[in-house]
C-alpha cells in the first residue's frame, strides 16, 4: 500500500481564490474516495498544527507542529517521505523527489505589477525549479499550461483540471444583503474590485461613470488612490451566503480581468442564475466564451453598451443566463475530484 501526503499549509493561509481551489478538491477527493475506496493506497492530508474545520473521512489528518515556509519545506519532505506528495496551492517542498504541484497560472511572469517584489522573486525562483523536478504538474485551465511551458516554468506540458463552480450553492442565499446595501434586484450590476491591476477595477469605475450608468455594487477592496463614482456601492468583504444573493439578483455580473487562470467567479454567477459579461482575455474565452458575452477589456464603452442591451432585453438576458446555466454545470468539483484521483494513480503508476 502507498502513502499518499496532501499538503495541507493552504488550510492555515488567507482564503484567496487558490486556497478556496485546494480546500473543494481536498473534500470532494474525500468524498470520492469515501464512496469508491482506493484499496491500494492510504490518503493523509499533513497540515501546521493549528484549528481547521476541514471535515474528512477516508483522508486521515496529520498535524506538525511548524508553520510557514519551515512546514512546507523541512517538516512536510520529511513526515511524507515514504509516499506521494500532492500540493494544490502553487508551491510545495523542494526536498521531496516524489511530488505533484498544482500550479494556478503563470501571473508572476505574465501580471508581474498585480504581486509584491518579494512574491514575484519567490515564485520565480520556487515554481521553475518544481516545474523541472515534480512528477507531474497540474493546472487549471489550457492558457495557464500554455503560459507555464512559454515562459520555461515546467519541463512538459501541464495536466488540465478545470475548477468546479458548484460550490457556490452549499451557501444558502443572504438577500438581507441587498436591504443592507440598499439595492433593488435586477437594478444592478455586481462585480469584484481589487487593488490588483491585472483585475481591472479601472474599467469598472470609468463604466460607472458614464451618463445614465446603472448601480455598481463591488465586492472587495478599490485600488489605492481610486475614488468611486455615486452610484457606486461598496460591498466591501461579504459571506458566501451574501455572494450568492448578489449574483442571483443582479441585472448582471462582469469581470473584466485582462489576464485570469481560469476566472472562477464568473461560474459562481452562472450557477447562480446571473448573466456574465467577461473579458476575452486570458482563461476566459477558453472557459466561458459560448456563456458569457464577451468583450474587450480596454473598452469601457462595450461594456457599457452590453449592460444597456441587458437592461432593455429581457429575452436577451434569459437566453444567456440559459447558456451560462448549462456551462456551469459541466464544471463541478466531483469531477474536478475524479481527475485529480486519476492524476495520482496515473502517477504512481510511473513511479
Known amino acids: 500500500m502507498t502513502n499518499i501526503?496532501?499538503?495541507?499549509?493552504?488550510?492555515?493561509?488567507?482564503?484567496?481564490?487558490?486556497?478556496?481551489?485546494?480546500?473543494?478538491?481536498?473534500?470532494?477527493?474525500?468524498?470520492?474516495?469515501?464512496?469508491?475506496?482506493?484499496?491500494?493506497?492510504?490518503?493523509?492530508?499533513?497540515?501546521?498544527?493549528?484549528?481547521?474545520?476541514?471535515?474528512?473521512?477516508?483522508?486521515?489528518?496529520?498535524?506538525?507542529?511548524?508553520?510557514?515556509?519551515?512546514?512546507?519545506?523541512?517538516?512536510?519532505?520529511?513526515?511524507?517521505?515514504?509516499?506521494?506528495?500532492?500540493?494544490?496551492?502553487?508551491?510545495?517542498?523542494?526536498?521531496?523527489?516524489?511530488?505533484?504541484?498544482?500550479?494556478?497560472?503563470?501571473q508572476v511572469w505574465t501580471a508581474p505589477e498585480s504581486y509584491s517584489r518579494l512574491f514575484r522573486l519567490w515564485y520565480k525562483t520556487i515554481q521553475p525549479l518544481l516545474g523541472q523536478r515534480a512528477q507531474k504538474i497540474l493546472t487549471v485551465s489550457e492558457f495557464s499550461a500554455g503560459h507555464l511551458m512559454q515562459h520555461d516554468v515546467v519541463a512538459v506540458s501541464p495536466t488540465v483540471i478545470h475548477n468546479g463552480v458548484d460550490h457556490i450553492?452549499?451557501?444558502?442565499?443572504?438577500?438581507?444583503?441587498?436591504?443592507?446595501?440598499d439595492l433593488r434586484p435586477g437594478s444592478y450590476v455586481f462585480a469584484f474590485a481589487s487593488p490588483q491591476p491585472h483585475k481591472n477595477t479601472k474599467l469598472l469605475l470609468e463604466v460607472a461613470a458614464m451618463p445614465n450608468a446603472p448601480t455598481l455594487v463591488l465586492a472587495g477592496a478599490l485600488p489605492d488612490g481610486a475614488a468611486a463614482p455615486d452610484n457606486v456601492t461598496l460591498a466591501g468583504k461579504i459571506s458566501d451566503s451574501e455572494l450568492r444573493?448578489?449574483?442571483?439578483?443582479?441585472?448582471?455580473?462582469?469581470?473584466?480581468?485582462?489576464?485570469?487562470?481560469?476566472?472562477l467567479p464568473a461560474g459562481e454567477a452562472m450557477v447562480c442564475g446571473c448573466p456574465v459579461l467577461a473579458a476575452n482575455a486570458g482563461a476566459l474565452p477558453e472557459v466561458y466564451a459560448d456563456a458569457a458575452m464577451m468583450l474587450d477589456p480596454h473598452t469601457p464603452?462595450?461594456?457599457?453598451?452590453?449592460?444597456?442591451?441587458?437592461?432593455?432585453?429581457?429575452?436577451?438576458?434569459?437566453?444567456?443566463?440559459?447558456?451560462?446555466?448549462?456551462?456551469?454545470?459541466?464544471?463541478?468539483?466531483?469531477?474536478?475530484?475524479?481527475?485529480?484521483?486519476?492524476?495520482?494513480?496515473?502517477?504512481?503508476?510511473?513511479?
Open 5 to 106: 501526503y496532501i499538503n495541507g499549509r493552504f488550510l492555515m493561509a488567507r482564503q484567496s481564490g487558490v486556497q478556496r481551489v485546494a480546500r473543494r478538491l481536498v473534500l470532494e477527493l474525500d468524498a470520492l474516495l469515501s464512496k469508491t475506496p482506493d484499496t491500494d493506497n492510504q490518503y493523509f492530508i499533513v497540515c501546521p498544527d493549528g484549528e481547521t474545520d476541514l471535515a474528512l473521512r477516508a483522508i486521515a489528518m496529520m498535524r506538525l507542529p511548524s508553520t510557514g515556509q519551515w512546514f512546507e519545506q523541512v517538516s512536510l519532505p520529511r513526515a511524507a517521505a515514504d509516499g506521494l506528495l500532492v500540493n494544490l496551492a502553487n508551491t510545495g517542498p523542494l526536498l521531496h523527489k516524489n511530488n505533484i504541484v498544482m500550479m494556478h497560472d503563470a
Open 301 to 351: 464603452a462595450q461594456w457599457f453598451a452590453a449592460i444597456e442591451a441587458l437592461s432593455g432585453d429581457p429575452e436577451k438576458r434569459r437566453l444567456l443566463v440559459d447558456k451560462g446555466t448549462r456551462r456551469g454545470e459541466t464544471l463541478s468539483w466531483a469531477r474536478a475530484a475524479t481527475r485529480l484521483h486519476d492524476a495520482i494513480i496515473e502517477t504512481l503508476a510511473a513511479l
Open 245 to 263: 444573493a448578489l449574483y442571483e439578483h443582479a441585472l448582471c455580473f462582469a469581470l473584466p480581468s485582462t489576464t485570469e487562470g481560469f476566472g
Open 169 to 181: 450553492l452549499d451557501a444558502p442565499s443572504d438577500p438581507q444583503i441587498l436591504d443592507r446595501l
